[in-house]
């Protein structure tokens, strides 16, 4: 069976979401724009990176859903239109991949953020869907751990850093803005790493607050205490984005074989390594999903404790900062 999915939002993530749904087999079947003047532009953007596109362009989300009516939707949209867009799509049967934040309205708005972010998981829960975020760095777990364990490292470190790195861009240069955008991966990454974990919020500590910051934070796991310091930063340089275990780093890199594809080269200080691009693995698990074989990446359960961690998170640090 080949899925009809439609993308919410082209200009940025969502391009490479059509990507990977045309690598997967499935059928693009529309893409919503925010304004008429950017359909074509929007067009051109899908067409390059999956060519056979045949769907058609829409302003209106409710439009797009009423005339194409398709088996899932990634919703790429700015983070303030998320739970809109969700809502909008589950309520009609929809599966719904959404990309990170969840949900997201600004420093004053956390509250109703949760609260938005509780509605949408348990609305895919109550219609059967398949619900998830589109926290794709969770893919290199399974590579991390069996670095680690090559390396002879503890199972539980005594010291864990992550480090997540974009371009410049002007919206997000305010440090509550630049935490909401980047800290979702690492968090993702943490979470994935002790799932039952919790976190201790009188131990936070940020440092930072503009174009780069920094917090640091214990989580309580099995009975231990594992110190963490999660790094954003947007800057116009070599970017990093890695995870370090006690000392030990590993970097993902981006890598274009002769294929023409795109990749994620992990590299440490005595290897290396070339696997699948995280958001082709994530795009993979959430079509697998919605087609019965299995389970997505970042699921409706795991997001919302992503959400959580994410806005207690957010208040220590706007707390901090007044």
């Known amino acids: 069976m080949s899925l009809r999915v439609a993308v919410v939002g082209v200009r940025g993530v969502g391009k490479f979401h059509a990507q990977w ?15 008429p003047e950017t359909l074509p532009q929007n067009e051109k953007a899908i067409r390059s990176v999956a060519p ?43 599966h719904v991949l959404c990309e990170k934040p969840l949900v997201w309205f600004g420093p004053g ?4 953020a949760l ?5 949408i998981v348990n609305l895919a829960a109550e219609r059967n869907l398949q619900f998830a975020v589109n926290t794709q760095y969770v893919a290199a777990i399974p590579h991390l751990l069996q670095i680690w364990d090559k390396q002879g ?38 979470l994935a790493l002790f799932p ?13 607050g503009t174009d780069s910051l920094g917090a640091h934070f214990s989580i309580h796991h099995q009975s231990r ?65 919605v087609l019965g074989e299995g389970t997505p990446l970042c699921d409706a359960t795991v997001a919302l404790r992503q959400m959580e961690w994410l806005i207690a998170l957010t208040r220590k640090y706007l707390t901090a900062r007044w």
């Open 225 to 289: 205490q594992i110190p963490v310091t999660i790094r954003v930063r947007r800057h116009d340089g070599e970017l990093e984005r890695s995870v370090t275990w006690n000392g030990f780093k590993v970097k993902f890199l981006p890598w274009v074989g002769e294929d023409g594809v795109y990749r994620i080269q992990l590299v440490w200080a005595n290897g290396a390594q070339v696997v699948k691009d995280f958001m082709q693995v994530s795009i993979q698990r959430f079509v697998q999903s």
């Open 109 to 112: 708005r956390l509250d109703e």
């Open 153 to 190: 490292l503890p199972k539980i470190p005594e010291q864990l850093t992550l480090v997540m790195e974009a371009k410049m861009k002007e919206r997000d240069t305010s440090g509550v803005n630049l935490w909401i955008d980047l800290a979702p991966h690492p968090l993702s990454i943490l």
């Open 196 to 208: 039952e974990a919790e976190l201790d919020l009188d131990s936070v500590v940020f440092e930072g």
């Open 115 to 119: 609260e938005q972010a509780r509605k």
């Open 21 to 35: 749904y045309a690598k997967e087999g499935c059928e693009i079947v529309a893409f919503v724009s925010s304004r």
């Open 52 to 94: 056979n596109f045949q769907g058609q362009g829409y302003t209106s989300l409710r439009d797009m859903l009423d005339r194409e009516k398709p088996d899932a939707v990634s919703v790429c949209s700015p983070h303030h239109l998320h739970a809109e867009h969700c809502l909008e799509a589950l309520s009609r049967g929809i």
